[in-house]
């Protein structure tokens, strides 16, 4: 059974999680970026908490396979953080900064290695990278490609991350402007989801959480609509270093 397969009945064995009802001393936690990198089974490698909360250094080992490092806990509560309860929109967003690639200094476009970052509905099967199964988005470096719950090659969307970028991706959830309607790709829709990318501070490209995907995407959007708690994604395979930013003070983009 390939990796793709296994994937899918990997899901379709394990349905996302309900909301988790997190303590109000867990959500200021997670306020000041107190969130800690786990390590994948499949990830080989090196995981290293920095001095300030929120910084993390990792390196991989060449061998390294298909891995995605997730947090211990949500970015984003369903239950605490959705605009429909607080009344105010509510950003997530993380970057990481690319330090090493491939052991040799190239892009990832030429390595045999890669870094993505995203977002994940738990439970996720973490031999995947980030926006390849249900519940799950992510930009990844290799290719410059968006991947949505897509397994089959996602879609052109930047180009290649390179030694010395810092990107960034963020969601941010808010109160429809619009009531949801019957037109393709409205039913179901709880609340207006824009996501977005950085890179070196700068916003680089975007798009609408809602927006209808093609049938390849089995399931559509699940699990990124504000329904469910969310959780960072960083995705590896092969030799690659980076250090991952969480809290704001950290970032050079101002998403908030």
Not at 25 to 54: E, K, W, Y
Request: include cysteine.
């Amino acid at each position: 059974m390939d990796e793709g397969n296994r994937a899918y009945n990997w899901c379709n064995a394990n349905p996302l999680w309900p909301p988790y009802n997190i303590a109000p001393s867990t959500h200021a936690a997670i306020q000041n970026a107190q969130l800690a990198l786990l390590r994948a089974p499949s990830f080989v490698g090196d995981i290293m908490p920095q001095p300030q909360a929120g910084h993390w250094k990792v390196r991989t080992n060449a061998k390294c396979r298909d891995s995605s490092i997730l947090t211990n806990l949500p970015m984003y509560s369903a239950l605490v953080d959705t605009p429909l309860r607080a009344q105010r929109p509510k950003t997530i967003y993380f970057e990481l900064k690319v330090t090493g690639i491939g052991r040799g200094g190239f892009s990832l476009e030429e390595a045999e290695a890669g870094i993505a970052v995203g977002f994940i509905a738990p439970p996720y099967p973490t031999f995947r990278l980030p926006g390849w199964q249900r519940g799950s988005l992510g930009v990844h470096g290799d290719d410059g490609r968006k991947y949505v719950n897509d397994t089959w090659g996602g879609v052109d969307f930047t180009t290649a991350f390179a030694p010395g970028d810092t990107v960034g991706i963020g969601m941010t959830f808010t109160i429809p402007k619009n009531p949801p309607s019957y037109e393709a790709g409205q039913q179901g829709k709880l609340m207006d989801v824009d996501v977005f990318f950085t890179r070196n501070g700068k916003k680089e490209g975007g798009w609408d959480g809602n927006e209808e995907l093609d049938a390849r995407s089995e399931g559509g959007t699940i699990g990124l609509k504000g329904d469910f708690d969310l959780f960072p994604a960083i995705g590896v395979f092969g030799g690659v270093d980076f250090e991952v930013f969480f809290h704001p003070s950290q970032w050079l983009y101002r998403p908030f």
